[in-house]
């Protein structure tokens, strides 16, 4: 008996050497850490705008100045990159597209809660807003929010119970119905727009898929510089409809100061949340389809960026707290329109 | 005592021993950790989240759609497999090569592909449209995919068996005078149904589980066409982490549950023949 049990903890022994000489090879083979790296860990639609700051930053002497430090971009939904960087993931800059998701990095001790203070000016970097892409012709003559209630369209948008720019895009719809009506008729036309969409793809990329090279759908939701690239590589199959009014979209950005701290870039990640301030950052940004805040550089693109009745969070609910909990919480209104839109 | 009596071939302790560490690192600690984040809140929660009519909905739309697909596949399986091992012909050790592909490609490619080949700009799907049939984000689109997921899990399992299969029986068969059909329902499908049984539960599992096709061809609407998968990493996404294992508890309960089922029955109609 004595001697069974013996045994089998030396099998136990084994295995956990075994386990531990695993974790220890990997350990060993994955990429030692050269010289300073900054990791950007972002939403995913600024992939190109990052790809093109850092190449930016390093073909020009500010490189030498700060020390040439490597950067590294990680992409995914905002919501997956808050979970991400809250995890554990060794990011020294976050920027979301989505308030609340940085609530949720700001809670864990993370990042500061007010991030407009931290930053230069107090003010975001950039902003954007939320458009409409319609087929060739716009056969459906789809000018506002508005005809996606009167005219019989199919709508293309992520589901909002995921993704951060659908849950602007509800937000943007619901305070134009309001505005035009009551907040009881704006919930009732939320309800009606649930009703139109045949499909919820988890993100804004894939309803691009779905919409543009699968052909489902009359009219997309979506985000200024997703629909301008959409519509430039559709060869003149998409249009751009811009809605009168939409939600003013302002990347919360900043760093990750316990991460920075022990990984001793807080000096770099300073420079770095100036730099993108600069001419030649604000025009890569223009460059994509961002607005950016420069005012020069904003009056170069400004036929890009027709002015728009700008949404905030203070006309829809007063701030972000009331607002997740009247639309977006479990039996909230999303929810309730949702599940109305499945009774059909 | 007796039972841990020293037996006759060696290094039982020692197999033993490891055997149980490893399925406990790599199995259940991390079921643990699903389980224990669960029940971490009040119980009231759990049932609250676990039967949240999102939910439920969620549970019947990921079982009515891999039971069909799981049927479905039983058959076609059958078939693939009694060609497969009946009949000698041109490219067969192709075609039965080909059988494993969808256990190599990754499950969203298929996902991919089919959701673009259905829809209405894919050449089969613009075909279908002219003709009035949209298949694109329906239900029967979503269990075709199951069906292409699932279907080598039974060949795999059956033909086997088939290849096993004495032929002098269906001969004794024939000579006492039953017809084929009588031959097959009575001789050969005796001694396959436990092997299709396996077959139609792993593919049955393989479809409740499958998320990374489904997200692409299912509309994912909540409420109607959501799936448990689509759902748990849907609640992930909405940081709502004890509604998201609530629903995997559930999932891994039913799953489980099922498995469990099926293993007994077939067990217990192995005994009694």
Redesign the interface.
């Given at each position: 008996?004595n001697?069974?049990?013996?045994?089998?903890?030396?099998?136990?022994?084994?295995?956990?050497v075994l386990?531990v000489g695993a974790l220890f090879l990997s350990l060993v083979a994955s990429p030692r850490r050269g010289s300073l790296e900054l990791l950007h860990a972002s939403f995913d639609t600024s992939r190109e705008i990052l790809a093109a700051w850092h190449q930016e930053i390093t073909d020009s002497p500010v490189s030498n100045a700060w020390g040439n430090p490597n950067f590294r971009i990680s992409n995914a939904?905002s919501?997956?990159q808050?979970?991400a960087v809250r995890d554990g993931l060794p990011a020294d800059i976050a920027s979301l597209n989505f308030e609340p998701d940085w609530q949720?990095l700001a809670k864990a001790g993370l990042v500061a809660s007010d991030w407009r203070s931290r930053l230069p000016g107090g003010k975001a970097p950039w902003h954007s807003s939320l458009v409409l892409v319609v087929r060739k012709g716009n056969p459906h003559d789809i000018r506002d929010w508005e005809d996606l209630l009167t005219k019989p369209v199919k709508v293309i948008m992520p589901?909002p119970?995921?993704s951060g720019v659908a849950r602007l895009a509800v937000l943007s719809f619901w305070e134009a119905r309001r505005r035009a009506g009551s907040p009881a008729s704006a919930d009732i036309d939320l309800i009606s727009l649930c009703k139109k969409?045949?499909?919820?793809?988890?993100s804004m990329r894939t309803c691009t898929t779905t919409f543009a090279?699968?052909?489902?759908g009359d009219v997309q939701i979506t985000w200024e510089p997703e629909a301008w690239l959409e519509v430039e590589e559709s060869a003149g199959k998409l249009e751009l409809i811009r809605p009168k009014s939409s939600f003013r979209i302002e990347p919360a950005i900043g760093m990750v100061e316990p991460v920075a701290k022990s990984k001793g870039t807080i000096l770099l990640v300073q420079k770095y949340l100036e730099w993108i301030y600069n001419p030649p950052a604000q025009e890569i940004l223009a460059k994509y389809h961002f607005r950016p805040l420069d005012k020069n550089v904003a009056k170069l693109h400004q036929d890009q960026f027709p002015p728009v009745d700008w949404i905030t969070i203070q006309d829809i609910a007063g701030d972000w707290d009331k607002a997740v909990e009247i639309f977006?919480k479990?039996g909230g209104l999303v929810?309730r329109a949702?599940?109305e839109?499945?009774k059909r | 005592m007796n039972r841990l009596a020293p037996k006759v071939l060696p290094g039982f302790g020692i197999t033993l021993g490891f055997t149980l560490t490893y399925l406990g690192f790599l199995v259940l600690l991390p079921l643990g950790a699903l389980l224990f984040q669960a029940l971490s809140n009040n119980p009231f929660d759990f049932f609250r989240s676990a039967f949240h009519p999102r939910a439920l909905s969620a549970y019947w739309n990921s079982f009515s759609m891999a039971f069909s697909a799981a049927v479905l596949n039983t058959f076609i399986g059958l078939l693939i497999a009694w060609v497969l091992v009946r009949y000698r012909f041109f490219g067969r050790r192709f075609m039965d090569a080909v059988i494993d592909l969808p256990f190599a490609l990754p499950t969203s490619v298929a996902g991919f592909v089919y959701s673009t080949l259905y829809s209405e700009r894919g050449w089969l799907g613009e075909f279908l449209g002219q003709n009035g049939i949209h298949l694109t984000h329906t239900w029967f689109l979503t269990v075709l995919v199951l069906l292409f997921t699932g279907f080598p899990f039974v060949v795999r399992t059956v033909q086997p068996v088939l290849e096993e299969l004495d032929g002098d029986l269906e001969e004794a068969a024939a000579i006492l005078g039953a017809n084929r059909f009588q031959t097959f329902i009575h001789v050969i499908m005796p001694s396959i149904l436990p092997a299709l049984i396996t077959g139609f539960s792993l593919a049955f599992a393989r479809g409740l589980g499958e998320y990374g096709s489904i997200v692409f061809v299912s509309s994912n609407l909540p409420y109607r066409s959501e799936t448990g998968p689509v759902l748990i990493v849907s609640r992930l996404e909405e940081n709502a982490i004890n509604d998201a294992s609530a629903a995997a508890i559930v999932m891994l309960m039913a799953s489980f549950g099922m498995l469990l089922l099926i293993n007994t029955l077939q067990k217990r109609r192995q005994s009694n023949g």
């Open positions: 008996m001697d069974y049990l013996i045994s089998i903890c030396k099998g136990a022994m084994a295995c956990l386990v939904g919501a997956a808050a979970r949720i589901n119970k995921t969409v045949p499909v919820f793809d988890p090279q699968k052909g489902i977006f479990d929810d949702l599940r839109a499945a | -």
